[in-house]
C-alpha cells in the first residue's frame, strides 16, 4: 500500500470539502477527517484502485454518524443560548467565504444537501449514490429533484446558469 | 469543471489551514496511538462495570440523583443559580439544561472509572462555592430561589448532594488524568474529559441518550420560539411566507426575499382555518425539534402548534442606529427622513415593536444582512428590495 502520507496529503482537502458539507463546521470536519484516516489506517484496504471512493464513503458514513450523535445534539443545544455576539462574528466570517450558491446549497436539509453535493460535489450518478447511502434509486431521484425545486427559487437568475452549463 | 461545484468548493472556503491540522493529528495519533485511545477492559468486566453504571444513571436520570435529589429540582435550581447573574429566564433554563447533561456525562464517566466520593471531598467543593458568594449576589440568589419556592436551605442541600458530588468527581478523574497526561495545562484535560465523558456515554448508554434526547427536545421545545409576531409577504395555496418583525403592508405578491433556513423568513404550511392574506400582521405560536436534522447551527421551527392570531398594535418604534463597534451606537437617524450612507461597514441596529435587528452590509454592498435578537435567526436581503419594502411600511 502506498505510504499513508502520501494518502492523506492527496485525499484530506477534497475529504474536508466533503465533511464541511454535512456538518456545516469547519473545525468539525477536521476532527471527522482525522478519524477517517485513523480508521483507515487501522483497516485492512487493498489497494484496487477505488481509495478515494473507499475515503469518500468512510468519510460520509462518519459524517452521518456525527449528525446522530448526541455530541451534535448538546451543540444544538448550546447553540440556543451561546452569545449572539459570537454567533455574529462567526456569521459575517462564514458570510464573507461563502458563496451565495454554496450557501444556499448549505442551508438545505442534510438529506437534500448530502444529495446535491454527492451529485453535483462528488459528481456521482444516482444509481452511486444510492448504493452509497444505501436507499433506493427512486428516492435519490425522487430528492434530487424535490432539491432541486427548492434551490430553484431561491438562487433565481444563478438558477438559469447553472442549469444551462 | 462543473459551475456548481466550483461554487460548492468556494463555500467550502480554504482549507490548507485545516489540511495541515488534520495531517500532524492523524501524525500524531499515529505515533501515540494509546494516548487517546480508551483503556483496554476485559469483555467480562466491560459487561459488569456496564451493569452497575445502567443501574446508577438509571437512578440519576429517570427519578433521582444517588443522593436523593430529583432531577427537576436540580434544574430549578441551577436555573436559579444562573439566573441571578443576570440572565433572562430562557437562557437560564437552556443553560441549566447543558449544565445538568454535563453533569450526567461526568458522573456517569466517573463511575465507569469507579470513583467514589467522600462527604469531606464534596464539604470542600461546598466550601469554594459557597464561600465566594459576594453578600449582594446572595440576596439576588435568595430571591430568585423564593421566587421559585425553594430557600437557601434547600440551595445548600442541592450544592452538596449535587454540586459537591460533580465537582468531586471532577476533581479525581483530573487527577487520573494528570497522572496519565503529564505536561498539559489543567484546561486543556478538563477539556478533555468533558469530551471523553460525553463519548463513554454516547458509546455506552444509547437508551439514556434517548431518554435525554426527548427531555431536551421538550424542555427546549417548550421554551424556546414560544412565539413569532411579523407579517405575511406571500400566500401560496398551501403555505405563507412570514417575517418576524416587519410590520405594515407590502402588496408585492413575490417575493424578494432570499428564504434561507438561517433566516428570520419561513414558508409555513398552511392549516386548516388559517386564512392569511398577504400583508396581514401575525401571532404564530411554533414549537421546535431537537430531531430534526437541520443543519448545524440554525434553529429551525420545524413543528407549527398552537394559533395563528391576528395582531392589532401599531408601530410604536422604528428607527435605525448606526456604528461601526457593536458596543457603541453613534447616532439614531429616522429611515424615513434620512437616506442610510453604506459605507465603513456600519452595523444597522432597527427597533421595530419591542424586537431589535441588527443589520450589516455584505463587502460588496448588494446585501444587507439582518440578524433578529428575538429568534436569534438570519435573513440576507438586497439592499434596494429592503429599501423598497421600508417605503413601504413608513406612512
Redesign the interface.
Known amino acids: 500500500m502506498r505510504d ?2 502520501s494518502i ?2 492527496e485525499h ?2 477534497h475529504l ?2 466533503l465533511a ?2 454535512y ?4 473545525h ?3 476532527d471527522l ?2 478519524d477517517v ?2 480508521k483507515f ?1 487501522d483497516s485492512d484496504y487493498e489497494e484496487r484502485g477505488q481509495l478515494g471512493a473507499y475515503l469518500r464513503r468512510l468519510t460520509v458514513n462518519r459524517c452521518k454518524d456525527y ?1 446522530k ?13 451561546i452569545s ?2 459570537i ?2 462574528r462567526d ?2 466570517v462564514e ?5 451565495r ?11 437534500y ?1 448530502e444529495i ?2 454527492l451529485y ?2 462528488e ?1 456521482m450518478t444516482t444509481v452511486q449514490i444510492a448504493e452509497l447511502i444505501k436507499e433506493p434509486e427512486s428516492t435519490v431521484r425522487t430528492r434530487l429533484r424535490r432539491a432541486r425545486e427548492k434551490l430553484k ?2 438562487l433565481q437568475e444563478e438558477w438559469e ?2 442549469m444551462h ?1 | 469543471m ?4 466550483q ?10 489551514e ?2 495541515k ?3 500532524a ?3 500524531s ?2 505515533q501515540n496511538p494509546r494516548k487517546k485511545m480508551p483503556k483496554f477492559i476485559p469483555a467480562i468486566a466491560t459487561a459488569v462495570v456496564i451493569l452497575i453504571i445502567g443501574v446508577f444513571v438509571g437512578q440519576l436520570v429517570n427519578k433521582e440523583s444517588a443522593q436523593g435529589m430529583e432531577r427537576d429540582d436540580i434544574l430549578t435550581f441551577y436555573q436559579a443559580q444562573i439566573e441571578t447573574f443576570e440572565f433572562d429566564s430562557l ?1 437560564a433554563k ?2 441549566a ?2 449544565q445538568y ?1 454535563s453533569d450526567v456525562e461526568i458522573l456517569t464517566y466517573g463511575a465507569a472509572k469507579e470513583i467514589s466520593v467522600t462527604d469531606a471531598e464534596k464539604q470542600e467543593i461546598v466550601d469554594t462555592h459557597l464561600g465566594v458568594l459576594p453578600e449582594e449576589i446572595r440576596s439576588v440568589l435568595v430571591k430568585k430561589l423564593e421566587e421559585k419556592g425553594f430557600t437557601m436551605q434547600d440551595y445548600e442541600r442541592f450544592v452538596f448532594e449535587h454540586i459537591g458530588l460533580v465537582g468531586a468527581t471532577k476533581k479525581q478523574l483530573l487527577a487520573m488524568y494528570q497522572e496519565k497526561y503529564t505536561g498539559f495545562d489543567e484546561m486543556v484535560l478538563n477539556n478533555l474529559i468533558a469530551k471523553d465523558a ?2 463513554y ?2 458509546e455506552n448508554h444509547p437508551e439514556k ?1 434517548a431518554e ?2 426527548e427531555l ?1 427536545g421538550y424542555r ?1 421545545g417548550s421554551s ?1 420560539g414560544s412565539f413569532y409576531k411579523g407579517v405575511v409577504l406571500a400566500v401560496e395555496d398551501h403555505a405563507f411566507l412570514f417575517t418576524s418583525g416587519y410590520v405594515g403592508k407590502y402588496s408585492n405578491q413575490s417575493t424578494p426575499f ?5 433566516g428570520p423568513l419561513h414558508w409555513i404550511p398552511k392549516r386548516e382555518g388559517w386564512d392569511v392574506e398577504v400583508g396581514d400582521r401575525v401571532k404564530l405560536n411554533i414549537s421546535t425539534s ?1 430531531q ?8 429551525n421551527p420545524v413543528a407549527i402548534s398552537g394559533s395563528l392570531e391576528p395582531i392589532t398594535d401599531e408601530i410604536v418604534q422604528f428607527n435605525i442606529a448606526s456604528s461601526n463597534h ?1 458596543d457603541q451606537w453613534q447616532k439614531t437617524i429616522d429611515w424615513a427622513t434620512q437616506e442610510v450612507e453604506f459605507n465603513s461597514e456600519p452595523i444597522y441596529r432597527f427597533h421595530i415593536d419591542n424586537q431589535t435587528y ?1 443589520g ?1 452590509l ?2 460588496d454592498k448588494q446585501w444587507l ?1 439582518l ?1 433578529d ?1 428575538a429568534s ?1 435567526q ?1 435573513a ?1 436581503v438586497r439592499v434596494e428590495k429592503f429599501a423598497m419594502l421600508m417605503e413601504a411600511m413608513i406612512p
Open positions: 499513508i502520507h492523506v496529503d484530506t482537502i474536508l470539502q464541511y458539507f456538518t456545516k463546521s469547519h468539525v470536519a477536521e477527517v482525522q484516516f485513523i489506517c449528525l450523535s448526541w455530541s451534535y445534539r448538546k451543540i444544538q443545544l448550546q447553540n440556543t443560548f449572539p455576539m454567533r455574529k456569521f459575517i458570510q464573507e467565504e461563502r458563496s450558491i454554496g450557501e444556499v446549497v448549505l442551508s438545505l436539509p442534510v438529506h444537501r446535491i453535493i453535483y460535489f459528481e427559487p431561491l446558469v447553472l452549463e | 462543473s459551475n456548481m461545484k461554487e460548492l468548493i468556494k463555500a467550502a472556503g480554504d482549507l490548507t485545516s489540511k491540522r488534520v495531517m493529528g492523524v501524525e495519533r499515529r437562557e437552556n443553560r439544561m447543558d447533561l460525553t463519548k456515554l454516547e441518550i435525554l434526547s431536551m427546549i424556546i432570499h428564504n434561507s433556513d438561517s431537537f430534526s436534522d437541520e443543519p448545524q447551527g440554525t434553529y457593536f441588527d450589516w455584505t463587502p444582512e440578524y435578537s436569534r438570519y440576507k
